[in-house]
């Protein structure tokens, strides 16, 4: 295996410091597939996320072969010399990303620094309720299947509500930030209840409303029940949105 890593590093960086970076990839703690590596008080460089996807990517081809899939199949294979990562190194990097910063596969938020969450003085005394819709795409931590909206149904959504109190947050950023929780392995009631905590520890409040409205989950849809209408609600609400509802919008109560 390390010579199969060894050998496609060198194509990439320097090989005089593999040796370093593959002691770094080692040395990292195992962490639960909902955290963020920055959140276990661990870092990891883009060489050693290198090793890490190609160590990923060699394991993956095994279970291939396991499967008794033909590895020289065209619609699997690998061909380094194109480009060509194989079936087992496209898997790989959708676990893994292709870089730490990489936002855009499905588990990449393991990998990704904190978004930064900007936050300004409440000068203007403002209490008005803020609601922020926006996208989701998380990962099942039972499958390893794709969850979030369903993108042709209206009634499919996510919220993101608070109620300012000595500070105001950058509202451009949640979008952002919601994206980088979502990109792990989840249960949507923890997913949910995460990012509630995380607007109140960062935005500094004790009022948050946090609801996905029949987010559609792939392990349902495409195996198992195999139901294409079923869809799961989870609804995180504190503060003055619990005590007193009808500050909540009426479309935003699902």
Request: proline share 4%; net charge positive; aromatic share 14%.
């Given at each position: 295996?390390?010579?199969?890593?060894?050998?496609?590093?060198?194509?990439k960086y320097d090989i005089k410091n593999f040796e370093k970076y593959y002691e770094e990839y080692k040395n990292?703690?195992?962490?639960?597939?909902?955290?963020?590596?920055?959140?276990?008080?661990?870092?990891?460089?883009?060489?050693?996320?290198?090793?890490?996807?190609?160590?990923?990517?060699?394991?993956?081809?095994?279970?291939?072969?396991?499967?008794?899939?033909?590895?020289?199949?065209?619609?699997?294979?690998?061909?380094i010399e194109y480009g060509n990562i194989g079936t087992f190194g496209r898997i790989a990097k959708m676990f893994?990303?292709?870089?730490?910063?990489?936002?855009?596969?499905?588990?990449?938020?393991?990998?990704?620094?904190?978004?930064?969450?900007?936050?300004?003085?409440?000068?203007?005394?403002?209490?008005?309720?803020?609601?922020?819709?926006?996208?989701?795409?998380?990962?099942?931590?039972?499958?390893?299947?794709?969850?979030?909206?369903?993108?042709?149904?209206?009634?499919?959504?996510?919220?993101?509500?608070?109620?300012?109190?000595?500070?105001?947050?950058?509202?451009?950023?949640?979008?952002?930030?919601?994206?980088?929780?979502?990109?792990?392995?989840?249960?949507?009631?923890?997913?949910?209840?995460?990012?509630?905590?995380?607007?109140?520890?960062?935005?500094?409040?004790?009022?948050?409303?946090?609801?996905?409205?029949?987010?559609?989950?792939?392990?349902?849809?495409?195996?198992?029940?195999?139901?294409?209408?079923?869809?799961?609600?989870?609804?995180?609400?504190?503060?003055?949105?619990?005590t007193n509802p009808e500050l909540i919008p009426p479309k935003y109560r699902g």
């Amino acid at each position: 295996m390390k010579e199969f890593i060894k050998k496609r590093y060198a194509l990439k960086y320097d090989i005089k410091n593999f040796e370093k970076y593959y002691e770094e990839y080692k040395n990292i703690k195992p962490f639960k597939v909902n955290q963020n590596i920055y959140e276990t008080n661990q870092t990891i460089s883009d060489e050693a996320h290198y090793i890490l996807r190609l160590t990923a990517t060699y394991k993956m081809k095994e279970v291939l072969e396991s499967l008794k899939i033909n590895l020289d199949d065209a619609n699997v294979y690998e061909n380094i010399e194109y480009g060509n990562i194989g079936t087992f190194g496209r898997i790989a990097k959708m676990f893994t990303g292709a870089y730490p910063e990489d936002n855009y596969e499905l588990m990449s938020g393991r990998w990704n620094k904190p978004p930064r969450m900007a936050v300004f003085p409440n000068d203007k005394d403002n209490h008005n309720p803020v609601f922020v819709k926006t996208d989701l795409n998380a990962v099942c931590s039972h499958h390893f299947i794709r969850f979030g909206e369903d993108y042709y149904d209206n009634d499919s959504f996510i919220v993101i509500g608070y109620i300012p109190e000595k500070y105001l947050g950058g509202i451009s950023k949640i979008n952002r930030f919601v994206n980088w929780c979502a990109r792990r392995g989840w249960l949507q009631e923890d997913l949910t209840r995460y990012i509630g905590k995380k607007i109140e520890e960062n935005f500094k409040t004790d009022s948050v409303y946090i609801a996905l409205f029949n987010m559609k989950h792939g392990c349902t849809a495409f195996r198992g029940a195999c139901d294409n209408r079923a869809a799961t609600t989870s609804i995180y609400s504190t503060g003055e949105f619990l005590t007193n509802p009808e500050l909540i919008p009426p479309k935003y109560r699902g």
